[in-house]
């Protein structure tokens, strides 16, 4: 690339990075992003994007530009975001969304809801107990709570980064809110939290103790 357009590798590398950063640009692999975000959460009071060594990392992978995405209007937009929210999480009331920093007000997405409730999209009632106000949830999900409250405990568990959105202990699940930037995990038993940890640690901790 850079031989391509005669110049040097560091700018070449350095435009990738900032193309990268305001989303014109993406590429097939992680490793790259990955540099990218430690950057951006350390900070360097520099505009461009740098290392803590002072070179960027070769841009390894392949990079091609993102495809221009249609303009939403602000009624499209909210009603995508609606939508997406109920296909994360089933059940959406004001309380699960603690954590979706880039979600609408919930007086805006509840208009939506009660559009779409009426319409016979979705249900509305009381899904989750002790939260009050309104709670919308997708058909499906309303069996599959059904089948949950029917069936016995089985001790089946889940293993979860603190960064995955189905980490809502200390809003749904009782314990401590665990930050999603601790680059922690936690171990969840039938839905209650029973290790915190290093996610390298939990896997040995559950591979050494076995099947339950």
Do not use: C
Request: overall charge positive.
């Amino acid at each position: 690339m850079a031989r391509a357009l005669r110049r040097l590798p560091a700018e070449v590398e350095e435009a990738l990075w900032e193309l990268v950063a305001a989303g014109r640009v993406t590429g097939d692999g992680m490793s790259g992003l990955r540099a990218l975000l430690r950057r951006s959460r350390r900070g360097t009071g520099h505009r461009r994007l740098r290392l803590l060594s002072g070179h960027l990392p070769p841009p390894a992978g392949r990079w091609a530009p993102w495809g221009e995405a249609p303009a939403l209007g602000e009624a499209e937009r909210l009603e995508r975001l609606a939508d997406q929210l109920l296909r994360r999480y089933g059940v959406v009331f004001r309380e699960v969304l603690a954590r979706e920093r880039a979600a609408p007000p919930w007086r805006e997405l509840v208009r939506v809801y009660r559009r779409w409730e009426a319409q016979g999209r979705i249900r509305g009632g009381r899904f989750v107990s002790g939260f009050a106000g309104e709670q919308f949830a997708l058909p499906e999900a309303v069996e599959a709570l059904r089948t949950i409250r029917r069936s016995t405990a089985k001790g089946e568990v889940v293993v979860l980064s603190a960064a995955d959105p189905l980490n809502l202990v200390g809003i749904l699940v009782p314990g401590d809110r665990l930050s999603p930037f601790s680059g922690l995990g936690l171990v969840l038993r039938d839905g209650i939290v029973e290790d915190v940890g290093p996610l390298g640690a939990l896997l040995r901790r559950l591979s050494w103790a076995g099947p339950a």
